[in-house]
C-alpha cells in the first residue's frame, strides 16, 4: 500500500461491503470462465496439434495470455482475500482499516511482474520494467481483454475443426466410390477427362485436410463488424469447388453408365436410321434417272453416294461395345445420333428435290383431269374446241420426255377455253365451236 494514502474519499464499511461483493462476483465470473477455457475441447486440440501459419503464431500467442491471464487472476485472488481479512478483523471496521481497504479496493495496489506472461521486454534507454501496477477494476478489463482474445482464437480454430475435416472426409469416401464406379466403366487417369478430374480431386482435397488440421484460422472467415468471440464461420470455398467438380465427375460417369446400359438398343437404332437414309438415296439415285428420261429441259440435282464415314464409326461404336470402351462410346454415340439423324434428313431432301419435277407433272395431270371432270358435268364434253384443247395438253403430259413448261402452258389453255365455255350465255347447245379457234 502506498504512502501518498488512499486514492480518493475514505470508502465507509458500506461501501467497502459492497465493492466487496462486487468484487467477488466478478471474481467467481472470472474463475468460471478461466476454468471454461482450460477444458475448452478446441483449446486441448490446439495443445496437441502440429500447427502451421497463421494458427501457429496465433496460438503462441494466445498460450502466453492464457498464462498471463492466470497470474493476474492469482494477483486479483490475493488482494481480495487480503481485502476479505481485513474487513473480517472487526465488526465495525476502524478507521484504519478504512483506509487500508480504500486503497486495496481503489489504489493501484495490485502488483505483477512484467515477465509473468513471457520474457520481460528489452528496452534501449534504460532497465526494462520488471512490473506493473493495477487498480482491481483495470486488472478486470485487462483479463476480459486477454480472455476474450484467447477465447475468439480458440473457439474459431474448433469451430473449423468441427465442420471441415468431417466434411472433407464424408467427400472423401464418396470420392472413393466414384473412383471405383469410374474404373468400372474405363474411365482411367490418362485415358479419360473424367479420370484426370478425379485424380486433381483427390489431390486437391488431401491438401485440404492436411491445411485444415494444421492451420484452421486460415479457413475463417471472421463476421463483418462482429466483436464477440468467435463472430463468423467456417469458409468453405475450397470445399465447394472441390464438391462440385466432383458433382460434375460422377454426373460424366452415370452418363457412361446409361450407355453401358443401353448400348446395344442405340446401335440397333442408329443402324436403322442410316440404313433408312441409304435406301432413301438409293430412291434418289432411281428417281433421278427416271425424272431424265421422262421430263426435258429439267435441271435434275445430283444424289451423293452413301454415308461411308458414318457407317466406319458405326462399326468402331461397335468394337467400343465388344471391349467394354464405354468412355468411349459415350461421346462417340452422341456424336453418331446426331449426324445419322442429319444424314437421314438430308437423304429426304434430296429424294424430295430430285422428284420435284413429277411431282409438278402430277400436279398438272390432275388439274387437267379436274377440268375435263367438271366440263363433262356441265354438258361441255363433246365441246370439240375443248376436246381438242385438252388432246393437245395430255399428249404432252403423257409422252416421254415432257417439257413441263410447255405442257404448263398447254393446260392453261385448256383452263382458260373451259371457263369460257362455262361462262357463255348459250350453255352447252348455244356455244358455236368455231366462234372460239379464234384464240391463239
Not at 492469482?74 to 481497504?101: C, H, K, M, N
Not at 400436279?363 to 363433246?382: I, M, N, P, S, T
Request: charged share 30%; net charge neutral.
Amino acid at each position: 500500500m502506498g504512502d501518498a494514502g488512499p486514492p480518493g474519499p475514505v470508502m465507509d464499511r458500506d461501501e467497502v461491503d459492497r465493492a466487496l461483493a462486487r468484487l467477488g462476483a466478478e471474481h467467481e465470473a472470472v474463475e468460471t470462465s478461466l476454468l471454461a477455457l482450460q477444458d475448452h475441447a478446441g483449446r486441448r486440440l490446439l495443445e496437441g496439434a502440429e500447427l502451421t501459419g497463421t494458427t501457429r503464431d496465433r496460438w503462441a500467442s494466445a498460450e502466453q495470455a492464457i498464462t498471463l491471464l492466470w497470474t493476474y487472476f492469482d494477483a486479483y485472488a490475493g488482494t481480495l482475500r487480503t481485502a476479505r481479512e481485513i474487513r473480517s478483523r472487526r465488526r465495525w471496521s476502524s478507521r484504519d482499516d478504512l483506509v487500508e481497504l480504500t486503497e486495496l479496493l481503489r489504489g493501484e495496489c495490485v502488483t505483477v511482474a512484467s515477465g509473468a506472461g513471457g520474457s520481460a521486454p528489452s528496452s534501449i534507454t534504460g532497465p526494462a520494467k520488471l512490473s506493473e501496477r493495477f487498480t482491481l477494476a483495470a486488472l478486470v478489463e485487462r483479463m476480459n481483454a486477454l480472455y476474450a482474445s484467447s477465447l475468439d482464437m480458440v473457439v474459431s480454430a474448433d469451430a473449423v475443426w468441427s465442420a471441415l475435416p468431417a466434411r472433407i472426409d464424408l467427400l472423401a469416401a464418396e470420392l472413393g466410390r466414384t473412383r471405383q464406379l469410374a474404373h468400372s466403366v474405363g474411365v482411367r487417369p490418362g485415358e479419360h477427362p473424367a479420370g484426370d478430374d478425379l485424380e486433381r480431386i483427390t489431390g486437391a482435397l488431401t491438401r485440404l485436410r492436411a491445411e485444415v488440421v494444421s492451420d484452421p484460422l486460415t479457413y475463417w472467415q471472421k463476421a463483418p463488424g462482429s466483436s464477440a468471440p468467435g463472430g463468423g464461420r467456417p469458409d468453405t470455398a475450397a470445399y465447394d469447388r472441390q464438391a462440385r467438380a466432383l458433382d460434375e465427375v460422377r454426373r460424366e460417369i452415370e452418363a457412361v453408365l446409361t450407355v453401358r446400359q443401353d448400348a446395344e438398343a442405340r446401335l440397333t437404332k442408329l443402324r436403322d436410321v442410316l440404313s433408312r437414309a441409304d435406301r432413301t438415296l438409293s430412291e434418289a439415285r432411281s428417281a433421278r434417272g427416271e425424272v431424265l428420261a421422262k421430263i426435258a429441259a429439267s435441271e435434275v440435282p445430283a444424289v451423293s453416294g452413301p454415308p461411308t464415314a458414318l457407317q466406319e464409326q458405326l462399326a468402331a461404336a461397335a468394337d467400343y461395345r465388344r471391349h467394354g470402351q464405354w468412355h468411349r462410346l459415350s461421346p462417340l454415340l452422341e456424336s453418331l445420333e446426331s449426324k445419322a439423324e442429319d444424314e437421314l434428313l438430308r437423304a429426304r431432301e434430296s429424294l424430295t428435290a430430285v422428284t420435284a419435277p413429277l411431282a409438278v407433272r402430277a400436279e398438272l395431270r390432275g388439274r387437267l383431269d379436274a377440268y375435263k371432270a367438271k366440263v363433262a358435268r356441265l354438258g361441255f364434253a363433246e365441246d370439240p374446241f375443248l376436246v381438242e384443247r385438252y388432246d393437245a395438253a395430255r399428249r404432252m403430259l403423257w409422252s416421254a420426255p415432257c417439257d413441263l413448261r410447255a405442257a404448263e402452258a398447254a393446260v392453261l389453255r385448256y383452263q382458260r377455253a373451259a371457263a369460257e365455255a362455262l361462262s357463255s350465255p348459250g350453255g352447252p347447245a348455244g356455244a358455236a365451236p368455231t366462234d372460239r379457234r379464234g384464240e391463239p
